[in-house]
């Protein structure tokens, strides 16, 4: 047998031949898993918050759908009077927008301190227009409009309290964000920071949408 035959059998044998090591992990978000667990890949949640978004849009044009087609079937249309706290809704809803823009470039930058400030203020800020909404809720029920009242009325309730259910979603997110466990979890906090910030800019533009629905659509 040739020696360098023999020598390569010899190779095979100690483990030091026959093959390459498996490759590294790429395109992760921040690198290997912990344990041998594999990472997922940085794409995949932003390609599963576009779905979800996606998920969200089509439910909330499916009720817009309907409530123009229920506002032209008949005469038992009766116009709601929009509460005047809407108004001061919107604007803290823009200025959440805003802040959580700045908490996220903060973190950017490093400036931890003042990411979490600003996160903070953008937390803070969804809570308020969640409570301004129940307050537009209550001072319509204490005028005796109610959800059965009426259509526009059952359509004002429906289309606020669903926007509602998912802002409180992203207050969740927010929450989690600020609070997360870096170590145990498999998504960094800028990632996390900037899906939350995308979620939650969707949420605001479709506020102004459904505020702009029930005010020229009554």
């Known amino acids: ?14 483990g030091k031949g026959g093959g390459t090591g498996p490759p590294a992990g790429g395109d992760d978000d921040g690198g290997s898993g912990r344990g041998g667990r594999a990472r997922v890949p940085r794409r995949a949640y932003f390609t599963g ?14 009720l817009t759908s ?10 038992d249309w009766q ?8 108004w001061l809704n919107t604007l803290v809803l823009l200025a959440s927008s805003a802040s959580i823009e700045v908490a996220r470039r903060k973190l950017g930058t490093g400036a931890t301190e003042s990411f979490r400030r600003w996160w903070g203020i953008t937390t803070g800020l969804g809570l308020l227009f969640l409570m301004g909404q129940v307050m537009a809720w209550r001072h319509l ?15 004002f309730y429906v289309l606020t309290a669903a926007h509602g259910a998912h802002l409180l979603g992203g207050v969740v997110v927010l929450f989690y964000v600020a609070f997360r466990a870096g170590q145990r979890s498999h998504i960094t906090q800028g990632t996390a920071a900037e899906l939350a910030s995308i979620y939650w800019h969707f949420m605001d533009g479709l506020w102004v949408f459904l505020f702009l629905l029930l005010n020229l659509g009554r």
């Open 141 to 155: 029920a204490a005028a005796g409009v109610f959800l059965a009242s009426n259509p526009a009325s059952s359509f």
């Open 1 to 14: 047998m040739p020696a360098t035959l023999t020598n390569k059998l010899e190779l095979i044998r100690s």
């Open 66 to 75: 309907s409530y123009i087609v229920r506002k032209g079937l008949g005469g």
């Open 79 to 86: 116009p709601v009077r929009l509460p005047g706290i809407l």
């Open 49 to 62: 918050v576009s779905l979800g978004l996606a998920a969200i849009l089509m439910f909330f044009m499916a």
